[in-house]
Nanobody, 124 residues
Framework: QLQLVESGGGLVQPGGSLSLSCAAS????????VGWFRQAPGKEREGISC???????NYADSVKGRFTISRDNAKNTVYLQMNGLKPEDTAVYYC??????????????????WGQGTQVTVSS
C-alpha cells in the first residue's frame, strides 16, 4: 500500500522553528518529486515547496528564505524545515508525491499520493 505520513507539527511561538517529516512506505520516494502544501482555515490548499528527485528545490514567495525542503533517500523521507514562523503560517501541512521526477514550479507534476496532514499553529 502506497502511503505518505507527515509528522512534526505542533504549536510554536512567532519567530520559532519546526521541522516536518514526510515518510513514505510501499514505494521508493527517491525517484519522484515531492511537495509540501498547506491549507489554512477557510482557504484553498496551496503548494509552498517542491523538491525534485535530483534535489532541486523551489519555493513559493510566501516561504522563500524561511523554509527549506530536503530529502534523505536512505530514510525514504522528505523534510520541511520551517524557521521564522509567522501567525499566517498556521495551517494543516500536507506532503504529496508526484509521478514524475520533476517539479512544476513549486508543486510536483501529476500528484499520485497525499499524506494525511499535520497541524502547525503559530501563536503567542
Amino acid at each position: 500500500q502506497l502511503q505518505l505520513v507527515e509528522s512534526g507539527g505542533g504549536l510554536v511561538q512567532p519567530g520559532g522553528s519546526l521541522s516536518l517529516s514526510c515518510a513514505a512506505s510501499g514505494f521508493t520516494l527517491e525517484y519522484y518529486a515531492v511537495g509540501w502544501f498547506r491549507q489554512a482555515p477557510g482557504k484553498e490548499r496551496e503548494g509552498i515547496s517542491c523538491i525534485s528527485s535530483g534535489s532541486i528545490s523551489n519555493y513559493a514567495d510566501s516561504v522563500k528564505g524561511r523554509f527549506t525542503i530536503s530529502r534523505d533517500n536512505a530514510k525514504n523521507t522528505v523534510y520541511l524545515q520551517m524557521n521564522g514562523l509567522k501567525p499566517e503560517d498556521t495551517a494543516v501541512y500536507y506532503c504529496a508525491a508526484g509521478t514524475y521526477a520533476y517539479c512544476s514550479a513549486y508543486v510536483p507534476r501529476n500528484i499520485g499520493s497525499w499524506g494525511q496532514g499535520t497541524q502547525v499553529t503559530v501563536s503567542s
